[in-house]
């Protein structure tokens, strides 16, 4: 495919630096479209892979900042399975990323996700100091190792389905955290549902970290810190003992925490993610 474009239109004439660039990325993402979420039945249609390149590469021509990076197709193939419309999926993945793209902006000396990373680490020193000094004295103080789950929001760590379910509690609980009790009431007891439905709330603290996002354009490293720094937090908690007793270098606490999908429990992490982030957001 990549190659018929190149020949059409190198036969126009000589290429400018943007389409040369544009057609370099096509390869890479033919690459990227060929390994993801490989393991499911949908994908075994060529015409659903199809439609997954179509879209990431419509929107590494749009995109004049960002383009494309690795790690967007992850993000970009629910919206393939769970709409029909191609249209429909390039927008809705336009919009994912509009809060993501700052995520995958890097120069070389910082990553997008560098924030983050730092906010990780002093979670991880309040909640397990033990295993902050580990990961320090194995050279990993900086959390690098940790930055696949932030840029692809946990679709390798956690099974297809619960992914979805980590996103939509993540993006819903920015516009009323109070609801994560109604939703999940058998998590952590009827007492504490009483009295939060039709709990009334300001309209302007609904919501706070999407409209910062979107105002700057996910530039900026401000702004409310997003729920999923505390999930890479509780899958660090999570696999702390394993952690602990059998990483010896950043290479075995990368294979730890690649060996953990499907063996994740997302509503059980994303109730210490809740819990953590609101103890902490009260004391600042």
Not at 4 to 27: C, M, V
Not at 36 to 57: C, G, H, M, P, Q
Not at 113 to 123: N, Y
Not at 235 to 249: F, H, I, N, Q, W
Request: charged fraction near 25%.
């Amino acid at each position: 495919m990549v190659q018929f474009f190149f020949k059409e239109l190198t036969s126009r004439g000589p290429l400018d630096k943007k389409i040369i660039q544009w057609l370099l990325t096509l390869h890479q993402i033919g690459l990227d479209v060929n390994r993801t979420d490989r393991a499911l039945v949908f994908y075994e249609k060529k015409e659903n892979l199809s439609k997954l390149w179509d879209i990431l590469s419509v929107y590494a021509w749009i995109d004049n900042d960002v383009g494309y990076c690795q790690g967007m197709s992850d993000l970009c193939s629910p919206m393939i399975i769970l709409l029909e419309d191609e249209a429909d999926a390039f927008w809705c993945f336009e919009r994912l990323m509009r809060r993501l793209r700052g995520n995958f902006r890097s120069t070389g000396r910082s990553v997008g996700v560098e924030a983050q990373l730092t906010h990780l680490s002093s979670i991880t020193q309040v909640v397990d100091p033990k295993l902050h000094q580990h990961l320090d004295k194995l050279g990993g103080g900086d959390y690098l190792f940790a930055i696949r789950m932030l840029m692809v929001q946990f679709r390798r760590e956690f099974s297809f389905c619960d992914s979805l379910y980590l996103w939509e509690m993540m993006w819903a609980l920015e516009y009323d955290p109070d609801l994560f009790y109604v939703y999940e009431a058998h998590q952590c007891g009827n007492e504490k549902t009483e009295g939060l439905k039709g709990k009334p709330k300001s309209i302007k603290q609904c919501g706070k970290y999407e409209r910062q996002n979107m105002r700057n354009g996910g530039k900026s490293a401000e702004g409310p810190l997003p729920i999923s720094v505390f999930l890479v937090a509780s899958v660090l908690k999570d696999k702390s003992y394993k952690l602990m007793t059998e990483a010896r270098g950043l290479d075995d606490v990368v294979k730890i925490l690649n060996d953990t999908t499907g063996n994740l429990d997302a509503k059980k992490n994303m109730f210490w993610s809740h819990k953590n982030s609101q103890e902490i957001s009260k004391k600042g």
